[in-house]
């Protein structure tokens, strides 16, 4: 292991040079929180293509009620399929 920075002595030991965490919790400590953080990251990441998605499937509803017929039928098929995709489970 390298040595350590003043400011993790500092983190680790503290102002008077006790030990306030052992290198393992420190570590299991910020693992957790890197889990964590990655956590809120992939959520919010679903969350925008959610929203994304919706928005496409408002755009291909919105072209399909100037269109003809034969070809609004299919933008309301496409913007059904978009929206689909939102709430499909992955293999």
């Known amino acids: ?3 350590l920075s003043n400011f993790q002595k500092q983190i680790l030991f503290g102002q008077r040079g ?12 910020l ?21 994304e998605r919706e928005e496409c499937a408002r755009l291909a ?9 034969a070809v609004r039928g299919v933008l309301e098929t496409l913007a059904a399929t978009i929206r689909a995709r939102s709430v499909r489970k992955p293999h």
């Open 61 to 69: 509803e919105s072209a399909a009620d100037e269109q003809a017929t």
């Open 31 to 51: 693992a957790a929180a890197k889990a964590e953080i990655m956590t809120i990251a992939i959520e919010a990441t679903k969350q925008a293509i959610a929203i």
């Open 1 to 3: 292991m390298a040595e």
């Open 18 to 29: 006790e030990t306030l965490f052992t290198q393992h919790e420190f570590d299991q400590a």
